[in-house]
């Protein structure tokens, strides 16, 4: 029995939408594979969606980096806006301790701020503008500013 054109299309559609809002609420794989089991020193937070064209070239640069940093004391962190500013992201943001610094930047996208967990305070941000050699020499820095914070106390 063959399938006319029309028939499988409405299915096909509902399909995607299905799976779209399916993941909407995804977690990345960074969120899995590099959460530690001390607390992390830096959170590396992306603010991102699948409109933004700096996020198509961030992104993927980002993704380079974060496996160089498996085992160090950073944790990388999406918030996707791609479906608005949900109340879930509302609630990941002060999970991650970042609920000072969400309301600032909520909806913006296209760029990866380093956060210090203790401080609360934005140490870098990571744009389009940084090749991945720049942006682990930043997240370096990162680490290192946040270690020396806590060895001042």
């Known amino acids: ?3 006319n054109l029309k028939s499988w299309i409405f299915p096909a559609i509902v399909a995607a939408g299905v799976a ?3 993941f909407a609420g995804r977690s990345t794989a960074s969120d899995a594979e590099y ?3 001390r607390k992390p020193e830096v959170v590396a937070v ?6 933004c064209s700096s996020c198509k070239i961030l992104e993927p640069r980002l993704a380079e980096v974060i496996p160089d940093f498996a085992g ?3 944790k990388f962190v999406e918030l996707d806006f791609t479906f608005g500013q949900r109340k879930a992201l509302e609630a990941k943001a002060k999970a991650e ?3 000072d610094i969400y309301p600032q930047f909520k909806g913006a996208t296209g760029f990866t701020l380093l956060v210090d967990t203790d401080t609360h305070e934005i140490i870098d941000s990571l744009t389009i503008s940084h090749s991945p050699k720049a942006m682990r020499a930043a997240l370096a820095q990162a680490l290192a500013v946040a270690e020396s ?3 001042e106390k």
């Open 72 to 74: 160090q004391p950073v």
């Open 46 to 51: 992306t603010f991102a969606s699948d409109w």
């Open 20 to 22: 779209v809002f399916a």
């Open 35 to 37: 959460t530690l089991n």
């Open 149 to 151: 914070t806590r060895a």
């Open 1 to 3: 029995m063959r399938m």
């Open 97 to 99: 301790g970042l609920e």
